[in-house]
């Protein structure tokens, strides 16, 4: 959603700016721009004046524009979109100036009151030349700017307080030529400084290179950078605070390719270390007891638990769905899971025995966090499950569990999804195990069974000819059902929705046993529609065969996810992908792979931008 950059040092602002968006890039790219602060000889005195550049289109074409151009300065910021108020165009991209071309605002976020805000600035006589939301931003700094006699400071300050909606920014002055200011609300933004200047981004992997000691500021907090490194920080009402300081663990390494044509296949690659990582001292094999240290409920509290409510969007929402089923099977707590967006807006049942777990990949996204909000203000005790420590969703919820994805950029999830799956089926057996429904010894076989995952899917990475021949089969096609039974179809929901997200091919999921009450009609025996069947050992197995002799008899092309060694489907599906042996609860988390692989193979033959697919963003900041 946006993604915004600021420099300000002793060396040249421009390259940190560039290779800043590219690496905030996932969070939107219909347009870039940046705005930097250097000197112009104005009759003869030199004068510092912005330079602005700003581009329709990915961020590649700004520095196309901007080779040999002369940007020299050391103090910018930088911004690429992802368009909510005015299409992707040059005139609607950051930064976005004043009158005067003094003033730079780049924005992430949603300003609410801007139409209001608009009014009074074409009133006292401002001209706009957008039909952005975030132009008024700079327009009211101007304003306050004159009202505050010259304290920059002062006039953001005073500008925030006149805003509402959600919003990072980063603000510059052609009249204070080595600070920037920013501010945060609702929106994420990461500070940092290091020997030579101070910077701020969306997201940590903007500044990774340059620091690895991150700032979080609060809601409507304020910070100016300086020059030579310092951070001022102030707090909405304009007093000085000293923040927390939180250390990156990840590396710069991790953050690249690394030799990968692109970061989806790096990140499907990764995830045997990710679940490594995700069970790893969660289970005392000396007690045969599960661990969760992180969670505070008392033995009575978890006894009380009346019911669960599991909130997330996109692919964290489909690991919610997974959850459920495991959590309901082991524990026996009943368990909802809503889209955050529709929770929000619903009438949950609420008590002070209701357990919600709001699942967010990047910490971020505003109608989960609102979701948060709502659960915590009627009374529940809200665990958040996310790969990104210390965001946003880690100061709201009262207990944070945190995955072990490490940063992910491809804007489909794929590690993080594996990684959340793994985290609610150990919480699931913890449950189970708490409540005294599951003993030690049957909890430690289904962990030892986990323990296998990691290698069993290395064995799926090995060898994917299988994969890449079923996707190369079905790539003109013009829509494709996913059918399943149980957890196989919620890890269909997910297998459909990378493909539609990657490739652009229209794909529902489906419970294979539904099918026939409808979408079976979508079947053209003359095109072969592809039926992918995730049709792993379970309790329902014969059922998802005599499903798929169905569709076979209707001209549908299937391609089936089955066990090793399981014959039959052979003989009746036109492909077969094989994967290892699992007990069916944990079968999402390898039946996955080869359908994260499927959308990928089918993407790249369709020729995609595998990372970063058209109108999507990596976190959605926007309601
Ligand atoms: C966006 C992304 C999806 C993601 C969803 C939820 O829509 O494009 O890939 O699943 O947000 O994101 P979260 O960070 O909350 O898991």
């Not at 890039?25 to 330079?51: C, F, I, M, T």
């Not at 059902?481 to 179809?489: C, E, M, N, Q, Y």
């Not at 489906?510 to 979508?522: D, N, Q, R, W």
């Amino acid at each position: 959603m946006c993604g915004i950059v600021a420099f300000t040092g002793a060396t040249e602002a421009l390259p940190f700016l560039l290779d800043g968006l590219k690496r905030l890039e996932y969070r939107g790219y219909d347009s870039a721009g940046v705005a930097v602060v250097h000197s112009e000889a104005q009759g003869g005195a030199p004068k510092a004046a912005l330079k602005v550049v700003r581009r329709q289109g990915k961020v590649a074409t700004l520095i196309e524009a901007l080779s040999g151009t002369e940007v020299a300065g050391t103090c910018g910021i930088g911004h690429t979109r992802w368009a909510t108020h005015g299409v992707p165009s040059e005139q609607n991209a950051h930064p976005h100036l004043d009158c005067s071309g003094r003033i730079a605002v780049a924005h992430n976020g949603i300003i609410e009151n801007y139409t209001h805000l608009k009014d009074r600035l074409v009133e006292q006589g401002h001209c706009f030349t957008s039909q952005t939301d975030t132009e008024v931003i700079a327009h009211l700094v101007e304003q306050n700017y004159g009202e505050t006699e010259g304290d920059l400071t002062e006039a953001v300050r005073v500008t925030v307080a006149q805003l509402s909606g959600s919003f990072a920014l980063a603000i510059l002055h052609a009249g204070h030529p080595d600070i920037v200011v920013v501010t945060r609300n609702d929106s994420p933004l990461v500070l940092g400084s290091f020997e030579d200047g101070a910077i701020a981004a969306s997201d940590t992997p903007a500044l990774i290179e340059k620091t690895r000691d991150i700032v979080y500021i609060r809601d409507r907090d304020l910070a100016v950078l300086h020059g030579d490194g310092r951070i001022e920080y102030f707090d909405p009402a304009g007093e000085p605070f000293v923040p927390n300081v939180y250390h990156v663990e990840w590396s710069l390494e991790q953050a690249e390719k690394g030799g990968y044509p692109d970061f989806m296949l790096k990140e499907i690659s990764e995830q045997p270390r990710v679940i490594r990582d995700t069970i790893a001292d969660r289970f005392d094999d000396r007690t045969r007891t599960l661990r969760f240290p992180e969670l505070p409920l008392t033995d009575e509290e978890l006894a009380d638990i009346d019911r669960i409510y599991i909130v997330a969007c996109g692919t964290s929402y489909h690991a919610g769905l997974i959850g459920k089923e495991l959590i309901e099977n082991w524990a026996r707590i009943p368990v909802e899971v809503e889209v955050a967006s529709e929770f929000r807006y619903g009438n949950p049942i609420i008590s002070a025995d209701t357990l919600v777990i709001a699942i967010s990949q990047s910490g971020e996204t505003a109608d989960t966090l609102e979701a948060v909000r709502l659960a915590r203000q009627a009374g529940a005790h809200v665990i958040a499950l996310t790969n990104v420590v210390g965001s946003r969703i880690t100061q709201e919820a009262q207990t944070v569990l945190n995955i072990k994805a490490n940063i992910e950029i491809a804007v489909a999830a794929t590690k993080s999804f594996l990684a959340q799956v793994t985290l609610l089926t150990l919480l699931g057996l913890y449950f189970a195990q708490e409540r005294l429904l599951l003993t030690g010894p049957q909890i430690q076989e289904i962990f030892g069974e986990m323990r296998q995952l990691p290698g069993q899917i290395e064995h799926i990475l090995a060898d994917t000819a299988a994969i890449e021949r079923a996707a190369k089969a079905c790539c003109e096609a013009t829509t494709a059902l996913f059918i399943g039974r149980g957890v196989g179809a919620t890890t269909c929901y997910e297998g459909a929705l990378k493909l539609k997200e990657v490739s652009y091919l229209h794909a529902e999921a489906f419970s294979a046993g539904e099918i026939k009450h409808g979408p079976i009609a979508l079947i053209d025996a003359a095109a072969g529609t592809p039926v992918v069947a995730v049709v792993t050992q379970s309790a329902t197995r014969d059922k998802m065969l005599a499903n798929i002799e169905e569709m076979k008899a209707r001209g549908a092309r299937v391609i089936a996810v089955a066990t090793e060694g399981d014959g039959r489907i052979e003989k009746l599906a036109d492909h077969v992908i094989y994967i290892p042996p699992t007990r069916e609860c944990l079968s999402p988390i390898t039946a996955s792979v080869p359908l994260q692989l499927f959308a990928r193979y089918i993407a790249v033959e369709r020729g995609c931008d595998v990372d970063q697919p058209r109108n999507l963003a990596k976190s959605v900041t926007v309601e």
